[in-house]
């Protein structure tokens, strides 16, 4: 059985707002990331059209890979490869597939969706009943949720942080039924790895890294808000094409010098 498990993070944004802040926070995570030795590879970000959902962008990403994962993930893989990740972004839906050709069994889907509430929607991404019945739902709180320890940075703390721009911040307790603005973002994502023995053990890890990543990503694009609020759309794609090349350039520099790059990027 796919494990589904359905993510709610609350900000102190609008939706519009965030379609800037999300560029921006993936742009510039990446790179970051990529300062730390891993890696996350930009194929291709393009334009792109749906009958249902309209125009959007479409990228493709490698994900490269190395002995960060556990010894268990490590002793099925090769000692360099990559996780390909593919992005449909109709916001305020987004559609996320990672996949890996060493392990054609291995596959995340995740249905993202944007609303102007603090995660009240019980449906929002139209789920059928059979998927409601088996689904979990996990309520992530960007201030109090602990943070793995190597990526907590006090300035991007939300229970610290104040925003000059907005006047936004520190987040106090209860803040996800009390601050204006609020958004939240629905992520419902499938994780199947249907190899036996390992299936359980390994679905449950892609599940614990995704909520990593949403945590600190969604931490980051609100704890760099007075960075990018103000940005047109134009300037954030400016933005995201700069810091693309520069991460590009790192993770083939790292290549080029015979080292393995892991990373990992996420959908936020």
Same mark, same amino acid.
Request: hydrophobic share 30%.
């Given at each position: !059985?796919?494990?589904?498990?359905? *993510?709610?993070?609350? !900000? ?5 707002? *965030? ?5 921006? !926070? ?25 009958? &249902?959902?309209?125009?959007?962008? *479409? ?20 000692? &360099? ?70 990526? *907590? ?29 609020? !958004? ?10 249907? &190899? ?39 300037? &954030? ?32």
């Amino acid at each position: !059985m796919v494990l589904i498990k359905e *993510y709610r993070v609350c !900000m102190p944004l609008t939706v519009e707002e *965030y379609k800037i802040g999300q560029l921006y !926070m993936i742009a510039r995570h990446s790179l970051e990331q990529s300062d730390e030795g891993e890696g996350v590879e930009v194929m291709e970000n393009k334009p792109c059209e749906d009958p &249902v959902h309209g125009k959007g962008q *479409y990228t493709e990403k490698r994900i490269h890979l190395s002995s960060r994962l556990p010894y268990w993930i490590q002793a099925i893989c090769p000692r &360099v490869f990559y996780v390909i990740e593919k992005s449909w972004n109709y916001y305020p839906y987004t559609l996320t597939e990672y996949t890996c050709s060493f392990i054609p069994k291995l596959n995340v889907l995740i249905k993202t969706k944007y609303e102007n509430n603090s995660g009240t929607t019980e449906n929002c991404l139209d789920l059928s009943e059979e998927d409601i019945k088996v689904r979990t739902v996990d309520h992530v709180d960007i201030a109090f949720d602990e943070l793995n320890g190597k990526h *907590y940075k006090r300035e991007e703390d939300p229970k610290f942080f104040k925003s000059l721009k907005t006047n936004r911040g520190p987040l106090i307790e209860g803040w996800r039924e009390t601050d204006t603005p609020i !958004m939240c973002s629905y992520k419902v994502v499938n994780a199947s790895f249907e &190899v036996w023995g390992l299936q359980t053990k390994v679905e449950d890890f892609i599940q614990r890294g995704i909520r990593d990543i949403l945590l600190l990503g969604h931490r980051q694009a609100f704890a760099w808000i007075d960075e990018w609020h103000g940005m047109t759309l134009e300037d &954030v794609r400016t933005y995201e094409k700069q810091k693309q090349a520069e991460t590009n350039e790192k993770v083939q520099a790292t290549a080029d010098n015979g080292s393995t790059t892991p990373t990992k990027d996420g959908d936020a």
